[in-house]
């Protein structure tokens, strides 16, 4: 019989998409083999992973973390460290896909890499086309693999294109929960704790992502994600408050028909289906009950009180690196806010601010998007005091 088991390598395999990731693969034992693994702090976690499904190898970000790795696993696991060591088992002949979960810039390079070395790639981690979209497009178009999003809302619009002609799409729906403080008055949000800004009603994910969906950041980088993913203009892109997170997405065809994907909010459907596509596979998972479904209810959102969702349109329309550095600023903006640095509302000034300042570059090299991306932390946290007055 013909070996179709297929090698997985997870790049971020202790967060919660790679839990998740992990969980899937685990149910399908003949179909998929772990052959690499990734962590950054979650070392413990890790150690159990590899207990459990036996890696080649594995990726650490630094030498205290491989020692961890060594002591207890001696030669039996490989490992690699650093951001070499992800690009690394992104792009090794082993492996068929890479499930890129790793949070934020870091996860661009490796996504270069898998894309060179012509793997599948299921995408969690949005910052790669955020970052750099027109690279990342071209790149595609000139090689034989694909990227099949994770992200819950672009799984949905995929599906719903699937056996579509493109051409024919006039708009893109995505919908968004609202995060916790849709309905809440804007003036409150200097005072938001960390532990409310945490407090996702509809997914639990990690704190990065919750944050962002909070300030809907994190709907403004899935526009960008969108754009590049599907290959159409912004205008054609809008974003709708679904507070029940049942509609994962839509899209509405020029004859007017509207395609919906549906289901109860599980990150490991769109995980499975991102390795099984074409093919869609069981899962156990809870299903939607439309006699429990009391309402499906749709917002326009605020893009007053939301600044972050008019920065990534703005970002879209500067074009170059003003993605890059809109998400740079973020990420340091965000980071400020879970270290108690900063109150919630000071998040879109400080992009805001970084992406009036920094120098904005067209048609930007990979390099010239690594240095915009560097830049822009190095402006955020030597400017913080004037940033946030
Ligand atoms: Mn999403």
């Known amino acids: 019989m013909k070996n179709t088991q297929k090698n997985i390598a997870i790049l971020g395999s202790t967060g919660s998409i790679g839990i998740n990731s992990l969980e899937v693969i685990s149910n399908f034992p003949d179909k998929y083999r772990i052959a690499y693994l990734s962590a950054n702090k979650g070392i413990p976690k890790l150690v159990e992973q590899i207990r459990k499904f036996q890696p080649t190898g594995v990726a650490v970000m630094d030498q205290t973390s491989a020692d961890v790795i060594y002591k207890i696993f001696g030669d039996t696991v490989k490992i690699f460290i650093g951001e070499e060591g992800l690009n690394t088992i992104a792009s090794s002949p082993e492996v068929d896909i890479v499930i890129n979960s790793l949070v934020g810039f870091v996860g661009l390079v490796p996504t270069i890499k898998a894309i060179e070395s012509n793997k599948r790639i299921a995408l969690a981690n949005k910052e790669t086309l955020v970052v750099a979209g027109n690279i990342i497009t071209k790149m595609l178009a000139h090689s034989n693999t694909k990227i099949i999003p994770i992200d819950s809302e672009h799984s949905a619009i995929f599906q719903c294109l699937v056996g579509e002609d493109i051409n024919n799409v006039s708009r893109l729906i995505l919908t968004a929960s609202g995060g916790p403080f849709w309905q809440m008055d804007k003036n409150k949000f200097a005072s938001v704790t960390i532990s409310q800004a945490l407090e996702h009603p509809n997914w639990k994910m990690g704190s990065k992502i919750t944050i962002d969906s909070a300030t809907l950041m994190n709907k403004g980088?899935?526009?960008?994600?969108?754009?590049?993913?599907?290959?159409?203009?912004?205008?054609?892109i809008e974003v709708i408050i679904h507070p029940q997170s049942i509609i994962h997405s839509m899209v509405e065809f020029v004859d007017g028909s509207i395609k919906a994907q549906l289901g109860y909010p599980d990150m490991k459907i769109p995980i499975q289906?991102?390795?099984?596509?074409?093919?869609?596979?069981?899962?156990?998972?809870?299903?939607?009950?439309?006699?429990?479904?009391?309402?499906?209810?749709?917002?326009?959102?605020?893009?007053?009180?939301?600044?972050?969702?008019?920065?990534?349109?703005?970002?879209?329309?500067?074009?170059?690196?003003?993605?890059?550095?809109?998400?740079?600023?973020?990420?340091?903006?965000?980071?400020?806010?879970?270290?108690?640095?900063?109150?919630?509302?000071?998040?879109?000034?400080?992009?805001?601010?970084?992406?009036?300042?920094?120098?904005?570059?067209?048609?930007?090299?990979?390099?010239?998007?690594?240095?915009?991306?560097?830049?822009?932390?190095?402006?955020?946290?030597?400017?913080?005091?004037?940033?946030?007055?």
């Open 273 to 389: 289906y991102a390795l099984s596509y074409p093919e869609r596979f069981p899962l156990r998972s809870t299903r939607l009950n439309f006699n429990d479904l009391k309402q499906i209810t749709f917002f326009e959102p605020d893009i007053q009180k939301f600044e972050c969702l008019s920065l990534a349109y703005k970002a879209l329309i500067n074009g170059g690196t003003s993605p890059a550095i809109m998400n740079a600023a973020n990420e340091i903006a965000v980071e400020l806010f879970l270290t108690q640095k900063i109150t919630f509302d000071k998040i879109p000034k400080i992009i805001q601010k970084a992406m009036e300042s920094v120098k904005i570059v067209e048609n930007p090299s990979l390099e010239e998007i690594i240095k915009a991306d560097s830049e822009t932390r190095n402006f955020v946290l030597s400017n913080i005091n004037n940033l946030i007055r």
């Open 221 to 236: 980088l899935e526009i960008i994600e969108a754009h590049y993913l599907f290959n159409l203009p912004i205008e054609k």
